[in-house]
């Protein structure tokens, strides 16, 4: 009804402004129309916006899988985690207490001759030094004291705990006097171990025992 007043007065000026009134009709129907192509434009970009994060969001989980592919593909590499630490070691001459696969690489840490700690970066692929840098942890004592009078070492460790699946990491543990170690089973199940300093016995780690 309104639209039929509307235009019966356009019509009205029309016969009595001539060409004013049709120009003032017609730019009502830009201004309306303008107003519909803005509020499509802002629907646009909050659409492009939306796209946006989506691919954002995307990329994210892209690098998060590919931080666990590389995973996937060092403990399934040839260099074990035995051997990550002699190479560790013929690089930075002194005692491996710890060893552990982060991303996609072997990270060992060497108390050197020199009582400093070093972190050594070894490829899962081909046993190469990545490199070393020195490390700030300062407990070069209580690790020589742990140690005293053990005859079962890092690597040694290592290997004793590989009958039990994939290892990824094995570490001293300087409290309960022995080596623990984190194994990987082809299914992807982990479990954590103890290695004793001395007769280099497995056992399953009772807090891994309590779980089960």
Not at 66 to 93: N, W, Y
Not at 196 to 207: H, I
């Amino acid at each position: 009804m309104k639209r039929n007043i509307v235009i019966a007065v356009v019509t009205a000026a029309a016969l009595v402004g001539g060409g004013t009134a049709t120009a003032l009709a017609v730019s009502g129907d830009d201004d309306r129309g303008a107003s519909v192509a803005r509020a499509e434009a802002r629907a646009g970009d909050d659409d492009g916006r939306d796209d946006d994060r989506d691919d954002r969001n995307e990329d994210r989980d892209d690098r998060d899988d590919r931080g666990d592919d590389r995973d996937e593909r060092a403990v399934s590499g040839d260099v074990t985690a035995a051997e990550a630490l002699a190479a560790a070691l013929k690089h930075t001459p002194g005692t491996a207490v710890a060893a552990e696969l982060d991303d996609g690489a072997w990270e060992v840490d060497v108390l050197g001759d020199d009582d400093g700690r070093h972190s050594v970066r070894v490829d899962p692929g081909s046993g190469k030094v990545l490199g070393a840098s020195a490390d700030d942890e300062d407990d070069a004592r209580e690790v020589r004291a742990a140690l005293k009078g053990s005859s079962v070492t890092a690597g040694e460790a290592a290997r004793a705990a590989a009958g039990k699946g994939v290892v990824t990491s094995v570490e001293l543990d300087d409290d309960d006097r022995g080596w623990e170690a984190e194994t990987r089973a082809s299914g992807g199940g982990e479990r954590d171990w103890r290695v004793d300093l001395g007769s280099g016995k497995v056992t399953a780690d009772r807090g891994d025992s309590d779980d089960d």
